[in-house]
């Protein structure tokens, strides 16, 4: 890693958010501008549960794929830019994908250098002394605890070009060079804490350009909206940051979107890692120009006494089938097809059956597909001969049914579906150990434990809401006029980030949007724990639904079973709007791009 006597500034990008990301944004990084480290998230929940059956097929798999195919071309153009790469690739095998990555430097003749970490995998070399009798180690198919940059760092400091690595958190992709480049310690909390806030904006790439944004027509025009450039984060010393992309790529970095996604499945104040707990509550964002976010005055607290384990195991088998209702009586046709599969249902007693009515129809439709409602099925079993058998009474319904009986799509197999499970483990447990590229393999002790003033475990931080706007006339009008919002899912939480535009829209909202005014607009949300958190600093409220996706995303329990919607389902939802704050924002020319017919 550069000096920073010669490197005040540590440029880091991203190329992946998700594994399935956009394949050539690796290449688009190394030659669209100057950068010192690039980095990769390939790792989900979901990831875990798929890369564990990969492994059970055949045991030298279990990392991401693409990854070689894009470091085909992209170890010759990080060589020839001195770009070191640093990806969590290497899921349930970083060791074999380190071995591919040597051999593939070997094929192109480009020389590598190649770290990589491991310790995260649980189950590798079975579970560590203390932790065989856990209840969640019962049935996991992986148990992967969240591992922090120390062990990058090393590799860095070895003079590693490219460090794969396991389950790390997210930011620990961003923390880990930054550590190995300016030689901050455990001790540095504050410089930690911000490049923590830097690596969670730039985890999920484009979401931090425009991607998935609340309000995206505002990048129409000046930016190109359909392919948002992939962002990096110019990191000082102290931790602070500006958030930019390459020149001429797509998308905008705003404060707006640095707001979505610094708010993008988080919870509270405090975000708990394994070196440090970031203040959230603490983070400033300033424009810095075109297409630039300063990113300051983030504080950092001890970590937590623990590491979070992400535990997935097989659930079952899954079967749904969708009924398409059209025209009249909708509500009666419903009725009449859950009566005539009663019997079989009962018969069989599946582990979990869900019915669902999306009245999608619409009176005196001129197009088919607009008069149609769906009635969803889903049936869960661990036993797959009970889902075959409700999937062949729903076929023998075909002619004996309500008028115009059909169904979206012939009724599949099922298809095996698994659970998330987060467990927590002392940070001793875990045999956090660096690969260096000389063969050598360094362990990676954790942070001491400690209390005190800069301790995480002090009470919900004191929050200081705005004054509430005068009384004043209203107008019906929905709640995303004036407010953006992001939604995601963490195991089988949802969290909503809802922010402001602007300090009227904020003064309103913190004291309109509390959790029983959510509950009311979101009534799905009925019968779940529902916190809400407050963060002035980015005039913001982010709400957690705990439980709303069951057992997480694989389970699919829900229509949309990672809450990517439910943020834009509640912007979408409608009520009493200041008069006052909506001829506030048209003079700020913020409602310019909507229609008449909105107000």
Known sequence: ????????????????????????????????????????????????????????KDPGAGYARTFLGQLEEGLGLAADHGVKVVANAGGLNPAGLAERIAELADRVGVPARVGHVTGDDLLADGLPEGLADAPWAKGALTANAYLGGAGIAECLRAGADIVVTGRVTDAALVTGPAMAHFGWTDADLDPLAGAVVAGHILECGTQATGGNYSFFQDVLGEHDPLRPGFPLAEIHADGSAVITKHPGTGGAVTVGTVTAQLLYETAGARYPGPEVTAR???????????????????RGEYPPPTLKVGVTRAGGHRYEVAFVLTGLDVEAKARLVRAQLDGVLAARHPAEVRWTLARTDRTDAPVQEEAS?????????????????????????????????????????????????????????????????????????????????????????????????????????????????????????????VWARG???????????????????????????????????????????????????????????QAKAVGEWLRSRHV????????????????SELREDVL
């Open 503 to 561: 300090e009227g829209a904020w003064r309103w909202l913190a004291h309109e949007l509390t959790v029983p005014r959510l509950r009311q607009l979101l009534p799905e949300t009925a019968g779940f724990v529902v916190e809400r958190h407050v963060l002035p600093n980015l005039r913001a409220l982010n709400f957690v639904v705990h439980g709303l996706l069951g057992e997480g995303v694989a389970s699919q329990a829900r229509f949309d079973p």
């Open 373 to 497: 409602a769906l009635l969803r099925l889903v049936v869960r079993d661990r036993d797959p001969e009970v889902g075959r058998a409700v999937r062949a009474a729903c076929v023998e319904l075909a002619l004996a049914s309500y008028p115009g009986f059909h169904i979206a799509a012939p009724p599949g197999k099922g298809t095996p579906y698994g659970v998330f499970e987060a467990a927590y483990v002392a940070p001793e447990a875990v045999r956090h150990v660096a690969g260096l590229p000389d063969g050598t393999r360094v362990p990676v002790l954790p942070p001491p434990a400690r209390t005190g003033g800069r301790g995480a475990a002090m009470g919900r931080p004191a929050v200081l809401l705005p004054d509430p706007l005068p009384a004043g006339p209203t107008r019906r009008a929905p709640l995303g006029l004036i407010a953006g919002a992001r939604s995601g899912d963490k195991g089988g939480s949802a969290n909503i980030g």
């Open 280 to 298: 959230l509550d603490t983070v400033r964002l300033t424009a810095d120009g075109p297409d630039r976010v300063r990113v300051d005055g983030v």
């Open 576 to 591: 009493d709007l200041p008069e006052s704050l909506l001829r506030e924002l048209r003079e700020t020319r913020e409602l």
């Open 1 to 56: 890693m550069p000096e920073p006597a010669s490197a005040p500034v540590l440029r880091v990008g991203n190329a992946s958010g998700f594994y399935g990301d956009r394949f050539d944004a690796l290449r688009e990084m190394l030659t669209g501008g100057p950068l010192d480290v690039l980095t990769g998230d390939y790792l989900s929940e979901l990831t875990m549960l798929i890369l564990g059956r990969d492994r059970m």
